[in-house]
């Protein structure tokens, strides 16, 4: 597979060599200063385009161009929006990138209530506590119709969980769960997330996964005629939060989002770490399932825990059995192959490594620490390296 590396621009502290030095020879990244719904300029994907080439690298992903609200919920000006879609698309086909990961999840993306989880080894992880999560929901941002969300013994645990609470670990529990996620175009204070959750009021998940649906007929086309594969991101966590409607968690939505609009352009991002969170998925079986619609993987591994929690596993250890999904993974890369596709080899990453070693108390993006992914990447390069031994 194709070793690539998420890079959040000129502001990453992780710099373009050091990609290089972890092995990686791709860069996943975005215009994320101009991430807002317009259209992107072919001089600024030009530019991007040659800061990672100068550093010996390949821009071999775009993740994301962005879908905006009003798409997602068809309202306002989401028919120019639209436009400006298929614009970037024709643009960033023009620049030879041909590979863009999205995501439709309503107002949020990746979302963790702790971004700094003490692990067993010293370092620290991204996690989800559902208890936390129903604490802030419920009882801190009162949410309308939170409680029909939320198991009753849940509840009383949130209680007395946010009884406990400081207010610097409240005011960092909204923080990360409202405020912050790193490439997102705008934050959040309470009020102005109420207003946005208002928004989806009306909007059921069939209306949303319609509105997927009508998205993607629109701009399917223009990716064909681009050469460009599109690749949705499944909902992180792939389970409701905040009441709002998912449409992308599980082996069914998958299925019924490319056979909705069947074409090689309209595609999976097989998320290990996302679809990995829900006791729903079988990712070993999802990676055979959807192979030939897969057309870029993140590599990562979650620990469930019993209550709906989760968090960051390393990468090869968790709930996933990673040599069986990459295994299936190198298999449908011989198929490609032997059909003489020039796009036989799937993009991955390193997805959410664990702040360890010299990144512990640096400025990093939570999940995007240098060294834990360097060390996921190496382990996951090894596993490529010995199936690919054992078959030869």
Same mark, same amino acid.
């Given at each position: !597979? @194709?070793?690539? =590396?998420? =890079?959040?621009?000129?502001?990453?502290?992780?710099?373009?060599?050091?990609?290089?030095?972890?092995?990686?020879?791709?860069?996943?990244?975005?215009?994320?200063?101009?991430?807002?719904?317009?259209?992107?300029?072919?001089?600024?994907?030009?530019?991007?385009?040659?800061?990672?080439?100068?550093?010996?690298?390949?821009?071999?992903?775009?993740?994301?161009?962005?879908?905006?609200? %009003?798409?997602?919920?068809?309202?306002?000006?989401?028919?120019?929006?639209?436009?400006?879609?298929?614009?970037?698309?024709?643009?960033?086909?023009?620049?030879?990138?041909?590979?863009?990961?999205?995501?439709? !999840?309503?107002?949020?993306? =990746?979302?963790?209530?702790?971004?700094?989880?003490?692990?067993?080894?010293?370092?620290?992880?991204?996690?989800?506590?559902?208890?936390?999560?129903?604490?802030?929901?419920?009882?801190?941002?009162?949410?309308?119709?939170?409680?029909? #969300?939320?198991?009753?013994?849940?509840?009383?645990?949130?209680?007395?969980?946010?009884?406990?609470?400081?207010?610097? #670990?409240?005011?960092?529990?909204?923080?990360?769960?409202?405020?912050?996620?790193?490439?997102?175009?705008?934050?959040?204070?309470?009020?102005?997330?109420?207003?946005?959750?208002?928004?989806?009021? %009306?909007?059921?998940?069939?209306?949303?996964?319609?509105?997927?649906?009508?998205?993607?007929?629109?701009?399917?086309?223009?990716?064909?005629?681009?050469?460009?594969?599109?690749?949705?991101?499944?909902?992180?966590?792939?389970?409701?939060?905040?009441?709002?409607?998912?449409?992308?968690?599980?082996?069914?939505?998958?299925?019924?989002?490319?056979?909705?609009?069947?074409?090689?352009?309209?595609?999976?991002?097989?998320?290990?770490?996302?679809?990995?969170?829900?006791?729903?998925?079988?990712?070993?079986? !999802?990676?055979?399932?959807?192979?030939?619609?897969?057309?870029?993987?993140?590599?990562?591994?979650?620990? @469930?825990?019993?209550?709906?929690?989760?968090?960051?596993? %390393?990468?090869?250890?968790?709930?996933?059995?990673?040599?069986?999904?990459?295994?299936?993974?190198?298999?449908?890369?011989?198929?490609?192959?032997?059909?003489?596709?020039?796009?036989?080899?799937?993009?991955?990453?390193?997805?959410?490594?664990?702040?360890?070693?010299?990144?512990?108390?640096?400025?990093?993006?939570?999940?995007?620490?240098?060294?834990?992914?360097? @060390?996921?990447?190496?382990?996951?390069?090894?596993? !490529?390296?010995?199936?690919?031994?054992?078959?030869?």
């Amino acid at each position: !597979m @194709k070793q690539t =590396w998420r =890079w959040f621009g000129p502001s990453d502290p992780v710099l373009l060599p050091h990609i290089r030095q972890a092995g990686a020879t791709g860069v996943v990244t975005a215009l994320h200063h101009l991430n807002d719904g317009r259209a992107w300029p072919a001089d600024e994907i030009a530019k991007r385009k040659a800061e990672v080439e100068c550093a010996g690298l390949t821009w071999s992903v775009v993740e994301s161009v962005i879908v905006h609200e %009003e798409v997602k919920t068809r309202s306002g000006r989401f028919r120019e929006l639209i436009d400006n879609y298929k614009a970037s698309i024709r643009a960033l086909s023009q620049a030879g990138i041909t590979t863009i990961c999205y995501n439709f !999840m309503a107002i949020t993306d =990746w979302t963790r209530t702790d971004l700094d989880y003490p692990m067993w080894h010293g370092g620290t992880a991204l996690r989800f506590d559902i208890v936390d999560f129903c604490a802030y929901d419920l009882l801190v941002l009162k949410r309308a119709g939170a409680e029909a #969300d939320h198991p009753a013994d849940r509840i009383e645990a949130a209680k007395a969980r946010l009884a406990a609470m400081s207010e610097s #670990d409240l005011a960092r529990l909204e923080t990360n769960l409202i405020g912050w996620v790193p490439a997102r175009e705008f934050i959040f204070d309470r009020e102005s997330f109420c207003r946005a959750l208002d928004v989806y009021r %009306e909007i059921t998940v069939e209306d949303f996964r319609q509105n997927l649906f009508a998205f993607l007929r629109e701009i399917v086309p223009v990716a064909e005629e681009e050469g460009v594969r599109m690749a949705i991101h499944p909902d992180d966590p792939p389970f409701p939060i905040f009441g709002l409607p998912r449409v992308v968690s599980s082996a069914g939505d998958a299925a019924a989002l490319i056979t909705a609009v069947p074409s090689p352009s309209n595609g999976l991002t097989l998320c290990t770490g996302s679809y990995g969170a829900g006791r729903q998925n079988d990712l070993p079986d !999802m990676a055979k399932r959807f192979a030939s619609d897969i057309h870029f993987a993140h590599l990562r591994n979650v620990t @469930k825990e019993p209550d709906g929690s989760f968090h960051e596993a %390393e990468h090869l250890e968790g709930d996933t059995d990673m040599v069986a999904v990459v295994d299936a993974l190198l298999a449908e890369e011989r198929r490609r192959k032997a059909d003489g596709r020039a796009d036989w080899e799937i993009p991955m990453r390193p997805d959410h490594g664990h702040a360890i070693v010299d990144d512990i108390g640096k400025k990093v993006n939570p999940g995007y620490s240098c060294i834990g992914r360097l @060390k996921g990447l190496a382990e996951l390069r090894g596993i !490529m390296r010995t199936l690919e031994t054992l078959r030869a």
